[in-house]
């Protein structure tokens, strides 16, 4: 019998894109609320005691509140909001993370999908600092550059309007979502400084870490601790630097749930920039939610995807 999956918030842009993966699916039945009352409790709580799990793309507050709703019927979540991504009795939904995320993804009542930028910095920051390349209390210094569709439904109509129209950087102030995140997942003991930005384009992802400090020797275990962190994984990979030189295409892996990794810099000064890219709506939103839901529900963690 097909799995009953709920997508609160299916009409926003992470939800939409998770729909997408799941509809041709004969392996699962979506479970939908009419338009009209899609932020109405009592509809949002019927849905939810039909499905067994329910995938949330909302807003942190919605978010919240739908996991009260679920309670009491005891339906499996996935939050793609950035509500519970450091919060006690939840886990963290990034499979290729850690040995044994794996299994406690498929074991779990509550998974949080980690965010885009988040995806990017732990994969890169969490091998080194686990095999000593870095120290975990060493400030690192991180940026990037994003699709507008990163900023949901308000930023997209923004830059479709014309009234946004060029790039920016942003959280010069320290205070992005996804330090608390970056900072836990990616063992970390001293907050990063991070400054992202958002390109004039509509969808996809490259992050650098800067580690100017590095040392010659330091590019060979850097490289190979990414590469044992990641071997025989199906959607993250070390890839080789050519394939982001001379230009970072932060597009490149658009329509796809890829992350690649790369190891960059001058090895005879020791000045290294490692690099993550990824589709925001793939790996770093709605192809996350569909491989996490695949785990839970022990089907192949590539369907849909
Ligand atoms: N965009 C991205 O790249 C990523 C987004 N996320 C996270 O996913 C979540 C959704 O983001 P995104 O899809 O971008 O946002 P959008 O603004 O595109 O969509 C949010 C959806 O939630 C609906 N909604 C708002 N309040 C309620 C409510 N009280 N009850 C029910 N539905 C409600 C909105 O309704 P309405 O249609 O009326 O606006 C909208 O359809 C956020 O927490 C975001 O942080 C995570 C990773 C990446
Ligand atoms: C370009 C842009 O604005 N991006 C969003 C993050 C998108 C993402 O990862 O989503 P979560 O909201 O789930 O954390 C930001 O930086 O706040």
């Given amino acids: 019998m097909a799995h009953k999956v709920f997508i609160d918030g299916e009409a926003g842009t992470t939800g939409l894109q998770i729909r997408e993966r799941l509809e041709g699916r004969a392996d699962i039945a979506l479970v939908q609320v009419d338009p ?13 005691a039909e499905a067994e799990v329910a995938i949330l793309c909302l807003p942190d507050d919605a978010a919240r509140e739908t996991v009260d709703l679920a309670r009491a019927h005891g339906t499996r979540i996935i939050d793609a909001s950035t509500a519970h991504r450091v919060a006690e009795g939840w886990v963290f939904g990034f499979a290729e993370m850690a040995q044994g995320q794996r299994a406690a993804i498929a074991g779990a ?26 120290d975990a209390g060493q400030p690192l210094s991180i940026s990037g550059v994003s699709g507008y569709t990163g900023g949901g439904k308000s930023m997209i109509a923004e830059y479709e309007s014309g009234e946004a129209s060029g790039s920016f ?15 836990k997942h990616g063992l970390l003991t001293a907050l990063p400084s991070f400054v992202p930005s958002v390109g004039a384009y509509a969808q996809g992802m490259a992050v650098a870490l800067h580690l100017p400090a590095l040392g010659p020797e330091g590019f060979a275990r850097a490289e190979a601790a990414l590469r044992a962190a990641y071997e025989g994984e199906r959607f993250v990979s070390v890839v080789a ?60 963690e590539g369907a849909g995807l």
């Fill in 36 to 48: 009209a009352r899609r932020k109405d409790a009592g509809a949002r709580a019927e849905a939810l």
């Fill in 169 to 183: 950087l942003y959280a010069a102030a320290q205070g992005h979502k996804h330090l608390p995140e970056i900072l």
């Fill in 241 to 300: 630097a050519s394939e982001n030189e001379p230009r970072v295409m932060p597009q490149r892996l658009n329509g796809t749930n890829r992350l690649d990794l790369s190891v960059h810099g001058n090895p005879e000064t020791g000045s290294a920039v490692l690099l993550a890219v990824l589709d925001n709506l793939g790996k770093g939103a709605s192809g996350a939610a569909v491989q996490n839901l695949n785990i839970m529900l022990g089907v192949d």
């Fill in 109 to 134: 009542q509550y998974v949080s999908n980690p965010g885009c930028w988040s995806t990017c910095a732990i994969a890169l920051i969490r091998p080194l600092v686990a095999a000593g390349v870095i």
